[in-house]
């Protein structure tokens, strides 16, 4: 459903109703996409990796829990980081929403990033990447995600918090208790803070990132899986395949193997 796109990604379409679809797209990392919309209005939930969205309102760097909705037509671009980036994707009529309980205009584009409405996109993720999910539950959820995020009101975080975000990209060592005592912070202040300015908790973005990094090294490099879970800060490979489940809801060797699934779209498009 996309125009004038160069999209090198895959697309896995997960559920199909007669005025909604639901995708699994997976992009390769250091991929811009030209200016493009979609046909059907568009809510794109994140699930890994990092990107920056530009669109009529600005331009936004976007990683952690967030969400963005696009009217149909609207024109948007991306530019996605080196990690690559997964999305799980929306694409309806709006009158199927209506029917589901949703009754806003769908006029601008929108785009959501931690807070509440971060957390709410990933309860929103669970029922839409669930393959048992029927089309009743499915808009229900939908619709309740867009009343919720359509009404929440911006938070400023606590200063600390996006600097504590990169570093434990870094392999910040230590738990929230140690992480606390070097901003001098009391560990249960800075769960709580933390957990509600990014919509997932410390441990989550840790986890989040070594399996950005270990995703990006399976789909580019060939060494083995038990170096990569290493290199990616990972206990051993067991931590790396429970990780990866918990994350994206596959095995490390699942995404390998998109790497030549990626290849031939790429020679494809050539």
Known sequence: M?????????????????????LRVVHPG???IEEHSHDWAYIGLYTAGRY?????????????????????????????????????????????????GFNHRLDRSLLWSGG?????????????????ADEAALGQATAQFLNFALMAEAQSPPGWVAGLRERLGDNEPGGATEI????????????????????????????????????????????????????????????MNRSFSAVLGRTPLQVRRERQLFDERLAVSA
Do not use: K
Request: proline letters at 5%; glycine letters at 8%; aromatic letters at 6%.
């Open 180 to 239: 606390a005592r070097t901003l001098d912070l009391h560990p249960a202040y800075l769960a709580r803070a933390y957990r509600a300015a990014m919509g997932e908790g410390v441990t989550e973005t840790r986890r989040r990132r070594r399996v950005e990094t270990a995703s990006a090294l399976l789909r580019h490099s060939p060494l083995p899986l038990a170096e990569i879970a290493v290199a990616a800060g990972f206990c051993d490979q067991s931590h």
């Open 30 to 32: 250091e991929q811009r």
């Open 116 to 132: 509440p409405v971060g957390l709410a996109s990933r309860r929103l993720s669970q029922v839409v990447a669930a393959l048992s």
């Open 2 to 22: 996309n125009r004038a796109t160069n999209f090198n990604g895959l697309e896995i379409e997960l559920h199909r109703f007669a005025g909604a679809r639901v």
């Open 52 to 100: 920056r969205e530009q669109y009529d309102g600005g331009e936004a760097d976007m990683s952690g829990p967030c969400a963005v909705l696009h009217p149909a037509g609207r024109p948007h671009a991306d530019v996605v980081e080196a990690e690559g980036l997964e999305t799980l994707t929306i694409e309806f009529d709006p009158a199927w929403l209506r029917l589901h």
